[in-house]
Structure formats: C-alpha cells, structure tokens
Nanobody, 118 residues
Framework: QVQVVESGGGLVQAGGSLTLSCAVSGSVFSFGSMGWYRRAPGKQRELVATFTRGGNTNYVDFVKGRFTISRDNTKNTVYLQMNSLKPEDTAVYYC????????????WGQGTQVTVSS
C-alpha cells in the first residue's frame, strides 16, 4: 500500500513563507506524476503545482512566481516552497501521487493545514 505523508503546514502572516514536504513510500520515479492540491474553506480541491510525467513542472496561475515545487529523489520527497503568502492561500494542502500505468490510481495524503493571517 502506497503511503503519502505531508508535513510542514502552520500559521504564517501574509507575506511570509512555508515549505511543505510530501514523503512517499517508494521512489518518486515509480509514479507517473506527483503534485500538490489544496482545498480552501467552502471550495473544491484545486491543483496547485505538479511534476508531470515527463518531469516538467506545472503551476496554476495564482501561484506562479510565488510557489516552487521540487523533489529530493534520495529521500522520496516532494516539496512545495511557498513565498509571499496571501490570506487567500489559506487551505488544506494535499499531496498527490498518481500511478504510472492505466488505469491510473491516485494516492493522497491526509492533508496539512496552511493558515495565512492578514
């Protein structure tokens, strides 16, 4: 069973920074893609940033220039560096790992809360 464990959330003031970590069981290369999603209060879960199947990075517009996704292959860990945080970034952040082969299977962590105060 694949395990996905996020950490690093917390409370930060607007303009501050946080780094989220996502540790997975097995190599990050064993998955077709890995990334971060978030769910803000009263909203649906949405994509934040991912490593695509080809190893490229993909960001949604509202985090471009502020968030950076990276990975440490030796630690089987994916990170999300979040800078210039805004109150609207407040959400539960989830790590996702998708299997390489069809039918794709999505593995999710339990989520980590990020709260940005104004």
């Amino acid at each position: 069973q694949v395990q996905v464990v996020e950490s690093g959330g917390g409370l930060v003031q607007a303009g501050g920074s946080l780094t989220l970590s996502c540790a997975v069981s097995g190599s990050v290369f064993s998955f077709g893609s890995m990334g971060w999603y978030r769910r803000a209060p009263g909203k649906q879960r949405e994509l934040v940033a991912t490593f695509t199947r080809g190893g490229n990075t993909n960001y949604v517009d509202f985090v471009k220039g502020r968030f950076t996704i990276s990975r440490d292959n030796t630690k089987n860990t994916v990170y999300l560096q979040m800078n210039s945080l805004k109150p609207e970034d407040t959400a539960v952040y989830y790590c996702n790992a998708r299997s390489r082969d069809y039918p794709f299977t999505d593995y999710w962590g339990q989520g980590t809360q990020v709260t940005v105060s104004s």
